[in-house]
T-cell receptor, first 114, second 115 residues
Framework: DGGITQSPKYLFRKEGQNVTLSCEQN?????MYWYRQDPGQGLRLIYY?????DFQKGDIAEGYSVSREKKESFPLTVTSAQKNPTAFYLC????WGQGFQPQHFGDGTRLSIL | SQQGEEDPQALSIQEGENATMNCSYK?????LQWYRQNSGRGLVHLIL?????REKHSGRLRVTLDTSKKSSSLLITASRAADTASYFC???????????????FGKGTKLSVIP
């Protein structure tokens, strides 16, 4: 079955530590996205990528970094510069079909501070 | 920036009743989408309505769009306990690259369907 896989499901970060969240898709989608969701809130866009080796900042990119070396993979690094990283992180993908296409989501990674 | 705003923030109904959620947005859109999120899971796409459409149906779902009022509503008929989830509207906006787009999500309506 095609889909998006996020790992790990739960992640803990120590002070001063960088952590990397994995996102892999086998849908052959061109575009991939990272969102942050805080309790009782909507999704806020961190970064997105339309094609390999290209990505753009979203609304809240500070303290985060990404790479897009392969079409299938879009890992997100939460750096020590992100002072409030505790949140639920969602990865999504989509493609440019005939007309507008919806986004497909993974099941998220919950990041907490130790 | 948050474009869509759902109303109400929370809704509790009995099984079999209808549930109506509203979404308002601020700028012109090409499309509006509704997504569902079960607790602790990712979002699942429900339905998309284009700016030139006024109403769309999918099973027990009915979506309306009023571009003059910049608002949309999602109606779930004959609700079931399994419909318990958070529902989000999302509007598209142009991204920073040619041909790209971003979705802007509202804060969601938390629906509880009591058996």
């Amino acid at each position: 079955d095609g889909g998006i896989t996020q790992s790990p499901k739960y992640l803990f970060r120590k002070e001063g530590q960088n952590v990397t969240l994995s996102c892999e898709q086998n849908l052959n989608h061109d575009a991939m996205y990272w969102y942050r969701q805080d309790p009782g809130q909507g999704l806020r866009l961190i970064y997105y990528s339309q094609i390999v080796n290209d990505f753009q900042k979203g609304d809240i990119a500070e303290g985060y970094s990404v790479s897009r070396e392969k079409k299938e993979s879009f890992p997100l690094t939460v750096t020590s510069a992100q002072k409030n990283p505790t949140a639920f992180y969602l990865c999504a993908s989509t493609t440019w079909g005939q007309g507008f296409q919806p986004q497909h989501f993974g099941d998220g990674t919950r990041l907490s501070i130790l | 920036s948050q474009q869509g705003e759902e109303d109400p923030q929370a809704l509790s109904i009995q099984e079999g009743e209808n549930a109506t959620m509203n979404c308002s947005y601020k700028t012109s859109i090409n499309n509006l989408q509704w997504y569902r999120q079960n607790s602790g899971r990712g979002l699942v796409h429900l339905i998309l309505i284009r700016s030139n459409e006024r109403e769309k149906h999918s099973g027990r779902l009915r979506v309306t769009l009023d571009t003059s009022k910049k608002s949309s509503s999602l109606l779930i008929t004959a609700s079931r306990a399994a419909d318990t989830a958070s529902y989000f509207c999302a509007t598209d906006s142009p991204g920073s690259g040619a041909g790209s787009y971003q979705l802007t999500f509202g804060k969601g309506t938390k629906l509880s369907v009591i058996p």
